[in-house]
């Protein structure tokens, strides 16, 4: 998933690089984020730790980043991904540009859980008293997945169907 990886550091290095010259840019993306949509672990800690110093009402810098960052106690492999997501806030890249690379980490999110979800209703196919809750669970959760506005652009339906065959194929391995 190198595109997620990358997505995903663009998005952090936009927002790190450009939220305090440019504050609309943490407006723009933290209104279609979450630090669970981050595939990449490290991520999703840097997103959260941004949204923390947001919360506080501090801008979103890199020495303020580096101190939630040590209050979180973060471990090596957090300090080398961090190397990765500043090499791209040397330049600012359009709204749309953003968007579509957050639109790109949402989906690798979508995936994530639509695995999860799969993985649930395999594991409960030989429970017969769990059977009947996990696939009416599994039901709404993908009811949910496809109503997601900001997820598609395109048809419910189409996302949901989309939904349904990456739950079959998760179910036949």
């Known amino acids: ?80 991904a961090l190397g990765i997501v500043l090499e791209h806030t040397g330049v600012r890249h359009s709204d749309k540009a953003l968007l579509h690379w957050t639109a790109y980490v949402r989906q690798a999110s979508r995936m994530r859980r639509t695995v999860r979800l799969g993985e649930r209703i395999v594991s409960a196919g030989g429970q017969a008293d769990e059977h009947q809750k996990v696939l009416s669970d599994a039901f709404e959760e993908l009811l949910r997945l496809s109503q997601d506005p900001e997820m598609f652009e395109e048809d419910p339906d189409q996302a949901l169907n989309e939904a349904v065959t990456m739950l079959q194929e998760a179910h036949k391995r």
Not at 22 to 35: E, F, G, K, Y
Not at 43 to 49: I, L, R, T
Request: hydrophobic content about 45%.
């Open 1 to 80: 998933m190198d595109w997620v990886h990358e997505s995903e550091a663009r998005v952090l290095g936009q927002i790190l690089g450009f939220s305090e010259q440019v504050p609309r840019v943490w407006d723009l993306l933290s209104a279609h984020l979450a630090a669970d949509d981050f595939v990449t672990p490290e991520h999703a800690q840097f997103y959260g730790a941004m949204a923390r110093l947001s919360e506080d009402g501090e801008a979103i810098t890199l020495p303020g980043l580096l101190k939630v960052l040590a209050e979180e106690k973060a471990q090596q492999p957090t300090y080398v």
